[in-house]
């Protein structure tokens, strides 16, 4: 099954915070974090693993709750370059394969 | 980081025709993974290639519709056949060892089916 992506939008000002949730109904071994900006491909953030630490990327971070299948995007004095789609992707179990998550649209205003 | 490029990078078909997608990855890969994006939504899994053995194809895809080559670790191209407006979607191929690894994706095919 597909993880679950909350909110589906969010349009924040540049310099406030915003976080995005990612929920799994399976058992996740990894977390993968991407975001795309229109027309163009996916670009990788961070992945978390199972009993990993919490990873950053600039002033994006992630936590990776494996008791409760679920992981957090937290970013951070927000700048316009982090408008885009983000997209969860989970590993589980001996897939080999990412599920995606259905997305969440940031836009960032000035 | 893997660097990979897809050709074309877009067409526009006629329904019925079929078009093949390259995959040319800078280094030897392997697993590679065929994704279909249609507008506005999420990225679905179609097919993982792995050199030397069939495609293992995800629910809803047949490999009469969505043949699938890899002739080599750095290559694979999919095939989109007896196109129909329906097939009008964002095709990405993507590399990564497994779950656990870094997923890269290529740039993307954006196809459009008349």
């Known amino acids: 099954q597909q993880p679950v992506q909350s909110p589906q939008a969010v349009i924040l000002r540049e310099g406030e915070d915003a976080v995005i949730n990612c929920s799994s109904s399976?058992?996740?071994?990894?977390v993968h974090w991407y975001r795309q900006k229109h027309g163009e491909a996916p670009v990788f953030l961070m992945i978390?693993?199972?009993?990993?630490e919490q990873m950053r990327h600039e002033k994006i971070s992630a936590s990776f709750n494996e008791k409760k299948q679920q992981s957090s995007l937290y970013l951070t004095a927000s700048q316009l370059s982090y408008s885009g789609t983000y997209f969860c992707g989970t590993g589980s179990g001996s897939a080999r394969q990412l599920t995606f998550g259905s997305g969440t649209q940031l836009t960032v205003l000035p | 980081s893997a660097v990979i490029s897809q050709k074309p990078s877009r067409d526009i078909c006629q329904r019925g025709t079929s078009l093949t997608i390259q995959c040319q990855v800078d280094?030897?890969?392997?697993?590679m993974f065929w994704y279909r994006q249609q507008p506005g939504q999420s990225l679905t899994l179609i097919a993982t290639?792995?050199?030397?053995?069939?495609?293992?194809?995800e629910s809803g895809f047949v490999i009469d519709k969505f043949p699938i080559s890899r002739p080599n670790l750095t290559f694979s191209t999919l095939t989109v056949s007896n196109m129909s407006p329906e097939d009008s979607s964002i095709y990405l191929c993507?590399?990564?060892?497994?779950?656990?690894?870094?997923?890269?994706f290529g740039p993307g095919t954006r196809l459009t089916v008349l």
């Open positions: 978390l693993l199972k009993g990993g």
């Open positions: 280094s030897q890969v392997t697993m």
């Open positions: 399976k058992a996740l071994y990894s």
């Open positions: 993507s590399v990564g060892k497994d779950s656990t690894d870094t997923q890269y």
């Open positions: 290639a792995n050199q030397g053995s069939e495609a293992t194809y």
